[in-house]
């Protein structure tokens, strides 16, 4: 068997025609347009390139984008304080503290401090909280693992009574995803670094999301024939036969697991354009939570 692509690229392109349009349309009718903040501390290259995409994309579907940089030794009141002028700033509809933060930072204080109704990336430890109890909505939802599920959803794949296996727990994606997939009734279990037998533990589901952060350790034999798996890692891996010096791949070995899986992600052109596609349209959100 040879799986089907889930081409995460096409699937996000359709997401931002969506924002754009609706974008447009709010313009037409005289609103102002939705703006995200990013606050970006320190020069860390990855998360520089990110925030620089983020930014791209905003503008593209007719956006405003405010990035903020600040020095890698900025201090916890300076952070503090951009944020609480970006939550009183009413053209900055989005407010996206770039993770992670350098250690002397308190993380948990930062995100706690950026007003819910602009917490673009579902951080907050209340639109978190509401996203694990039955019956509350949070206000946003993690953009990573949305666009995990949206992928699926577009895909047709069957969750109700699923066995889905979410490998990592970190707080950006294993999480909230585990949460999500509970809440749309699959049957979930969280692997991480001392889950024991893990192979024989992600050979039994049906749908499985590698969010493990290291590169190509799902290997075939992990993998249940006709499952269905989500790569959300990506990994620089240095290369000096390639042109650039490196290759761009996931969390799964994707051509040997495409020999039993039903359907795979790849990545590169899987997850993570779908992730900014998320983000855009939490941003869009944001604006109509505030404004309509
Ligand atoms: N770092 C890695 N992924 C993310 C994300 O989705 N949001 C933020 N703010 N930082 C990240």
Excluded at 63 to 88: G, I, R
Excluded at 174 to 200: D, Q, W, Y
Aim: aromatic letters at 2%; a negative charge.
């Amino acid at each position: 068997m040879t799986a089907k692509k889930i081409d995460g690229r096409a699937m996000a392109k359709e997401v931002r025609e969506e924002v754009k349009v609706s974008v447009a349309k709010r313009i037409a009718a005289g609103k102002p347009k939705p703006g995200l903040a990013t606050v970006l501390v320190g020069s860390d290259p990855a998360s520089e390139v990110y925030v620089g995409m983020k930014k791209r994309m905003c503008e593209n579907l007719g956006m405003n984008s405010f990035a903020h940089t600040l020095e890698a030794d900025a201090s916890q009141e300076e952070v503090e304080a951009l944020v609480s002028k970006l939550n009183a700033d009413p053209a900055v509809n989005g407010i996206l503290v770039q993770l992670p933060l350098p250690d002397h930072l308190d993380e948990e204080k930062i995100l706690q401090a950026v007003d819910i109704t602009k917490d673009i990336d579902g951080f907050h430890p209340i639109n978190i909280g509401r996203l694990a109890q039955k019956g509350r909505e949070s206000l946003f939802v993690p953009c990573t693992p949305n666009g995990c599920l949206v992928m699926l959803d577009k895909s047709g794949v069957d969750l109700e009574g699923a066995n889905a296996v979410v490998l990592g727990r970190s707080n950006i994606v294993g999480m909230p995803m585990a949460l999500l997939l509970v809440k749309r009734n699959a049957t979930v279990t969280i692997c991480h670094s001392r889950t024991k037998n893990l192979p024989e533990i992600c050979a039994e589901a049906d749908i499985l999301i590698a969010a493990v952060g290291r590169a190509e350790m799902v290997k075939k034999e992990w993998v249940k024939p006709g499952a269905v798996v989500i790569d959300v890692g990506t990994h620089r891996i240095d290369d000096d036969t390639k042109e650039k010096g490196y290759y761009l791949t996931g969390d799964v070995a994707f051509d040997e697991v495409s020999e039993v899986a039903d359907a795979v992600s790849p990545s590169p052109g899987g997850v993570g354009p779908m992730t900014i596609a998320m983000l855009m349209r939490n941003t869009l959100r944001a604006a109509e939570i505030q404004q309509d």
